[in-house]
């Protein structure tokens, strides 16, 4: 459960939907001040999430769970405090607008290819069948919760902290995110469903699975 639930919560609180909501006022705040600018940088990026996602389908099942989620995080830390970095530098702001659109296409692209379609998979396989429609509900209930947190949270963020602290905090959550993913997630592929079952019901440690 707590591999479950905190997957659920990883993938929200790393910002992820803030981003797709509020990608146009992200855009706005970056300088893009052309509707026609910020609906193409949208576009742009909602493109890098589709591809990543196809190109994730394909990776899964030959280079496993583990390493694509820890990929994914480390480049959508990385691509958040670039973000941050662009929006915190002076000397950046002429180029900010397309700084933004970069880092934003790299942040949803690592999101795409690990963290978004890992962590379903992940639920669905780490259950035992007596208790995994109910485990998959609570998992599920928490992701969308905090989803809800984050995403009436970001514009308060923005006014309060700023932008380039706000990307930064999202940054750090992705930090602790990647530390969990590494010390519990375990490896799934290949396993059956009776293997990962009989894994736990031995009382082993998460990542030697």
């Known amino acids: ?61 030959r280079v496993g769970r583990r390493p694509l989620l820890l990929v994914s995080l480390a480049g959508m830390a990385l691509s958040l405090f670039v973000l941050g ?37 992940v639920l669905s396989e780490i259950y035992p069948l007596s208790i995994r429609g109910r485990a998959m509900s609570i998992g599920t209930a928490a992701n969308w919760s905090v989803n809800l947190i984050v995403a009436m949270t970001f514009l308060t963020l923005t006014q309060v902290l700023g932008s380039a602290a706000t990307f930064w905090l999202y940054g750090i959550v992705s930090v602790g995110a990647w530390l969990f993913a590494f010390f519990l997630v375990p490896e799934t592929k290949g396993k059956t469903l009776e293997e990962i079952q009989a894994h736990w019901q031995a009382g082993k440690r998460s990542r030697e699975l």
């Not at 705040?29 to 910020?38: I, P, V």
């Not at 589709?50 to 099942?61: C, N, S, W, Y």
């Not at 662009?86 to 690990?114: D, E, H, K, R």
């Open 1 to 61: 459960m707590i591999v479950g639930v905190g997957l659920a919560i990883a993938q929200q609180i790393t910002g992820i939907n803030t981003v797709i909501y509020y990608a146009p006022t992200i855009f706005k705040l970056a300088g893009l001040s052309s509707a026609s600018d910020a609906i193409l940088a949208s576009v742009g990026v909602g493109v890098a999430n589709v591809a990543l996602t196809v190109a994730a389908m394909q990776l899964i099942d």
């Open 85 to 121: 970095l662009a929006f915190a530098l002076p000397q950046a702001s002429g180029n900010l607008g397309w700084i933004a659109v970069s880092s934003l296409m790299v942040y949803v692209g690592s999101f795409a290819i690990g963290l978004g379609p890992v962590f379903w998979l």
